[in-house]
């Protein structure tokens, strides 16, 4: 029995041994290709300056991917990003052009039959004609109707005319592209008006998406979508209804082969059907309760169905029904596919960063690129503005960059999951990162590479921040039964300094924003709406909140730069409450005692700013101004601007970021569509725009001497600017 015993312990082990060494074996190839992908990464920076934004000194990222298409005659493969139109050749993955840089959001794009021209419709209303072999802006058509943006268009197979769709007026335009004039097809709206240039298409509700088929392949008819799940056939020439279809069940996605006599249509995790148009009938269903898609994509010739089932590419074969072949490669969730013209070949793009092509008739990579798709989940810079980090959404990998020029500087590679935070100590010496739902820390001397691991509460580290002495590091997460550990490291020894557990009824939750100097460690809880403070020097500890009764939302919430005065936008949720979403409350940290209310802002406040003398407090709202207050006084200077008070669309003159220079002389004021704008705090006036960005700004930047400014968007974006730089 002793003998069975010891031979099960030691296979036991052994198994132990040997699935360790696999492991480790795993982990190793994981880390030589993500070096490999890296560089990659680096030898594509160059094509990343293309266009640069006037101002801009460097950009960071190609831009958030939207879409993919092949030209006709598959020689270039058109992808579409929130800063323009990236022209690759579809070989080599090499980029050839950047068409439409800076132009706004991008709806839709359509190649002419012989690829050598590409359409261009853009949210901000204009239809841009280029030339995809030499890069050259041919044409841009407008009009006061497109204001609201231009959803679709489509260059006809005769290459000459260009259909523009801007569903906000539902109506169809015919442009003559090489005379540059809208064509003269008389028509009637329905209100018995003629109009012999406007094509009025009514239920024209186009929520099939930016980049999902919409025309017929012959370019005679086109497809709407009703409120009432119904889809309508139109004849593009006379206007005239052909057919409707009522698909049920409806669907979160839908999909159009190129001929529109198939449309594929499924919801979360439930089968796709497939319906015939001519009939109006549902002639088969593909049968999989995986599909974790934001697409359905038919190939050219209509036989092939690619959908994202279970973290993997699956191509269907709509004859037969059954799945042809499943592309397994990526790391993370793949964003858009296209087919290539001759049905052979896949291309898709995944949040990994990674352009990968794929055989469809042996189900083979045949190629990787790495360096698309490049998107930000954090970005931060070191308090002395020498170096800032970012980290990719899903990214296993930080990167280190010079705030003064944009040039990479290192990377730090050592998670097996995916970066959930990071942090740089002031003087950018140590970073210290954490990863997801795990106790450890890694703490990283970034000048020699030296990896320190801490371990963090019991189940996992929630966050992490530096001291402004950068000594110390805090960490916080769940300790188990929902209780919550602070801990505090000595950033020299690794050593634990201070450890207190919460309880569920103290609470801690996650902060909407942190103090931390070698006498107060101090946050505000996004949840739970507590002012938490701990004094460094006595161990004692307070949880404050005024009126723990009322359910409250966090709108945003500032320490001042010496830790003394907490600004708080809160939103009360109750029905019977009014509504506080414009007021700013500020509040003594130390005694938790409100010091007063500040008054003013007609709309909801969505972003707060301090000086750095601790004097002056800016905050933006929805109601398109910028309020400057006086912290002793409570009085405010007003900043806005006629272009944005006369701006319609939606977010115009909204503010989603502030941010004073290091010397308090400029306000940097980042728009949520995408333009910096710097603002003189002496005098009030405006000192220059930079435009560059197509999305939000999620964060901005000065570097010490104020002299250079890095603003982060939603558009997957890093943009250096030189501010001393000549800008009208």
């Known amino acids: 029995m002793k003998s069975l015993y010891s031979n099960r312990l030691f296979m036991?082990?052994?198994?132990?041994?040997?699935?360790?060494?696999?492991?480790?074996?795993?982990?190793?190839?994981?880390?030589?290709?993500?070096?490999?992908?890296?560089?990659?990464r680096n030898i594509r920076l160059d094509y990343k300056q293309w266009h640069l934004p006037e101002g801009a000194k460097a950009r960071i990222g190609a831009g958030t991917i939207r879409a993919m298409q092949y030209s006709p005659d598959g020689k270039f493969l058109a992808v579409t990003s929130d800063?323009?139109?990236?022209?690759?050749?579809?070989?080599?993955?090499?980029?050839?052009?950047?068409?439409?840089?800076?132009?706004?959001?991008?709806?839709?794009?359509?190649?002419?039959?012989?690829?050598?021209?590409?359409?261009?419709?853009?949210?901000?209303?204009?239809?841009?004609?280029?030339?995809?072999?030499?890069?050259?802006?041919?044409?841009?058509?407008?009009?006061?109707?497109?204001?609201?943006?231009?959803?679709?268009?489509?260059?006809?197979?005769?290459?000459?005319?260009?259909?523009?769709?801007?569903?906000?007026?539902?109506?169809?335009?015919?442009?003559?592209?090489?005379?540059?004039?809208?064509k003269k097809t008389l028509s009637t709206d329905e209100n018995g008006t003629t109009d012999d240039h406007v094509k009025y298409i009514p239920d024209m509700y186009m929520n099939l998406g930016g980049y999902i088929n919409t025309f017929s392949s012959d370019g005679k008819t086109i497809v709407s979508y009703s409120s009432n799940e119904t889809f309508r056939f139109w004849d593009i020439t006379t206007?005239?209804?052909?057919?409707?279809?009522?698909?049920?069940?409806?669907?979160?996605?839908?999909?159009?082969?190129?001929?529109?006599?198939?449309?594929?249509?499924?919801?979360y995790k439930k089968p796709i059907h497939l319906w015939d148009v001519n009939s109006g009938t549902q002639k088969k269903t593909i049968k999989t309760d995986k599909l974790d898609s934001s697409f359905l994509v038919f190939s050219p010739n209509g036989n092939l169905l690619a959908?994202?089932?279970?973290?993997?590419?699956?191509?269907?074969?709509?004859?037969?029904?059954?799945?042809?072949?499943?592309?397994?490669?990526?790391?993370?969730?793949?964003?858009?596919?296209?087919?290539?013209?001759?049905?052979?070949?896949?291309?898709?793009?995944?949040?990994?960063?990674?352009?990968?092509?794929?055989?469809?008739?042996?189900?083979?990579?045949?190629?990787?690129?790495?360096?698309?798709?490049?998107?930000?989940?954090?970005?931060?810079?070191?308090?002395?503005?020498?170096?800032?980090?970012?980290?990719?959404?899903?990214s296993s990998t930080i990167r280190l960059w010079d705030a003064h020029t944009g040039q990479h500087a290192k990377n730090l590679i050592w998670h097996k999951n995916r970066v959930w935070d990071a942090a740089l100590s002031p003087d950018g010496s140590k970073l210290a990162s954490n990863t997801e739902f795990e106790r450890k820390i890694q703490l990283w001397d970034v000048n020699t590479g030296k990896l320190s691991k801490l371990k963090g509460p019991k189940r996992h580290v929630s966050g992490i921040a530096f001291s402004r002495d950068g000594e110390t590091l805090a960490s916080w997460g769940v300790a188990g039964n929902h209780n919550f550990a602070i801990q505090h490291w000595d950033v020299r020894t690794?050593?634990?300094?201070?450890?207190?557990?919460?309880?569920?009824?103290?609470?801690?939750?996650?902060?909407?924003?942190?103090?931390?100097?070698?006498?107060?460690?101090?946050?505000?809880?996004?949840?739970?709406?507590?002012?938490?403070?701990?004094?460094?020097?006595?161990?004692?500890?307070?949880?404050?909140?005024?009126?723990?009764?009322?359910?409250?939302?966090?709108?945003?919430?500032?320490?001042?730069?010496?830790?003394?005065?907490?600004?708080?936008?809160?939103?009360?949720?109750?029905?019977?409450?009014?509504?506080?979403?414009?007021?700013?409350?500020?509040?003594?940290?130390?005694?938790?005692?409100?010091?007063?209310?500040?008054?003013g802002h007609t709309d909801k406040i969505e972003c707060l700013a301090f000086s750095p003398d601790n004097r002056t407090l800016a905050s933006g709202s929805k109601d398109k101004t910028i309020r400057l207050w006086d912290i002793e006084t409570g009085s405010s200077r007003v900043v806005t601007d006629p272009s944005w008070t006369d701006n319609y669309r939606m977010y115009a003159g909204v503010a989603s970021k502030l941010a004073f220079s290091p010397d308090g002389k400029t306000l940097a004021i980042g728009m949520k569509r995408g333009d910096v704008h710097l603002w003189e705090i002496a005098t009030g006036a405006k000192k220059k725009t930079l435009r560059g960005h197509s999305q939000q700004i999620t964060h901005i930047f000065f570097n010490a001497d104020s002299q250079t400014l890095i603003s982060t968007s939603d558009d997957g974006t890093i943009l250096i600017w030189e501010l001393t730089h000549p800008q009208n």
């Not at 057919?243 to 006599?261: M, N, V, W």
């Not at 269907?316 to 490669?329: A, L, M, S, V, Y």
Request: hydrophobic fraction near 40%; include cysteine.
């Open 12 to 40: 036991s082990m052994l198994t132990g041994v040997i699935l360790t060494v696999i492991g480790g074996i795993y982990y190793l190839n994981h880390l030589e290709n993500e070096r490999t992908l890296e560089k990659e």
């Open 83 to 182: 800063i323009g139109v990236w022209i690759l050749d579809a070989q080599t993955a090499e980029p050839q052009h950047l068409l439409a840089p800076h132009t706004g959001v991008i709806n839709s794009t359509s190649f002419s039959s012989d690829g050598k021209i590409l359409a261009v419709g853009t949210e901000n209303g204009t239809a841009q004609i280029w030339d995809t072999v030499t890069g050259e802006h041919l044409n841009t058509f407008t009009r006061r109707e497109y204001y609201f943006g231009i959803d679709k268009v489509f260059i006809m197979p005769d290459s000459h005319t260009l259909v523009v769709v801007s569903s906000h007026s539902t109506m169809v335009d015919l442009w003559d592209i090489a005379i540059g004039e809208r």
């Open 239 to 267: 206007r005239k209804e052909i057919k409707t279809l009522k698909a049920e069940p409806s669907g979160y996605i839908s999909s159009f082969s190129s001929d529109l006599r198939t449309l594929a249509i499924a919801r």
């Open 307 to 394: 959908s994202y089932d279970d973290n993997a590419i699956c191509i269907w074969d709509i004859n037969t029904n059954e799945e042809k072949k499943k592309f397994i490669g990526h790391k993370n969730t793949v964003t858009t596919v296209a087919f290539s013209p001759d049905n052979r070949t896949l291309a898709s793009l995944s949040r990994d960063n990674t352009l990968r092509f794929w055989d469809i008739g042996t189900g083979e990579e045949k190629k990787t690129v790495a360096g698309y798709g490049n998107s930000f989940s954090d970005v931060s810079i070191s308090s002395n503005g020498e170096t800032f980090m970012s980290i990719g959404f899903d």
């Open 494 to 599: 690794g050593n634990v300094r201070r450890n207190l557990q919460l309880t569920n009824q103290d609470g801690f939750g996650v902060p909407e924003d942190l103090y931390f100097d070698e006498k107060i460690f101090a946050g505000f809880g996004k949840l739970d709406s507590n002012l938490f403070v701990w004094d460094l020097i006595t161990g004692g500890y307070k949880i404050i909140n005024e009126d723990s009764v009322s359910l409250k939302k966090v709108i945003v919430a500032r320490f001042s730069p010496d830790g003394r005065v907490l600004a708080i936008v809160l939103e009360v949720l109750s029905l019977q409450a009014p509504k506080t979403a414009g007021n700013i409350v500020l509040q003594d940290v130390e005694t938790g005692a409100p010091i007063r209310t500040l008054t």
